[in-house]
């Protein structure tokens, strides 16, 4: 167990609707990340929260926005699904805002677009 | 951008053989970390590890920075080692790093 913890496990939602996953980091730790695994594009970076504010963006789509709240934990929000959205989204958190600590995993969401 | 580049795509053991698993990155990096995703796809931690050596049990992990590479070994190997292997290393693009995964190493151990 990473201690990072994430709801929901699993989530099988339409085309057009959007969902809210969230994530819990660690004890301590400022730092959270969200990253995509998808089977084409494989594990991708999104975005990266560090103490409530937004330190890196990666790959992600505009449709997708995130944000880390007061009290530590983030949410990922993804609107207007399409098919290739269905992937596992997991969430990592870690000490320092630089990345260069070990950053640990959550056990991910499942995401099911139809 | 940085390259990482895992050999080999995949690895089929029997059970209690010993295996190399290779990571090369195309440039320096200042996080390097190996993960163990489970048939279940969760993503465990492994090693930190941007340069030297370390070893947990069975597994062993050298990174050698100044050639751009990294090395997991894997000793007797046993069935719950299955899955996929990434290494990931930090890239600094822009103003903050951000983890860079490999395609990974699916190795099956058969009993």
């Known amino acids: 167990d990473s201690g990072v913890t994430q709801t929901p496990k699993h989530l099988i939602t339409a085309t057009g609707q959007r969902v809210t996953l969230r994530c819990s980091p660690r004890s301590g730790d400022l730092s959270v990340y969200w990253y995509q695994q998808s089977l084409d594009q494989g594990l991708q970076f999104l975005i990266h929260y560090y103490n409530g504010e937004e330190r890196a963006k990666g790959n992600i789509l505009e449709r997708f926005s995130a944000q880390q709240f007061p009290d530590l934990h983030s949410e990922l929000n993804l609107s207007s699904l399409e098919l290739g959205d269905s992937a596992l989204y997991f969430c990592?958190?870690?000490?320092?805002?630089?990345?260069?600590?070990?950053?640990?995993f959550g056990p991910g969401t499942r995401l099911t677009v139809l | 951008g940085i390259q990482v580049e895992q050999s080999p795509p995949d690895l089929i053991l029997q059970e209690g053989a010993n295996s190399t698993l290779r990571c090369n990155f195309s440039d320096s990096v200042n996080n390097l970390q190996w993960f163990h995703q489970n048939p279940w796809g969760q993503l465990i931690n492994l090693f930190y590890i941007p340069s030297g050596t370390k070893q947990n049990g069975r597994l062993s992990a050298t990174t050698v920075a100044t050639e751009r590479y990294s090395l997991l070994y894997i000793s007797s190997s046993q069935t719950t080692d299955s899955g996929v292997y990434f290494c990931?290393?930090?890239?600094?693009?822009?103003?903050?790093?951000?983890?860079?995964f490999g395609k990974g190493t699916k190795l099956s151990v058969k009993p």
């Open positions: 990592a958190s870690s000490v320092q805002s630089s990345g260069t600590d070990t950053q640990y």
């Open positions: 990931a290393v930090l890239y600094y693009g822009g103003s903050q790093g951000n983890l860079i």
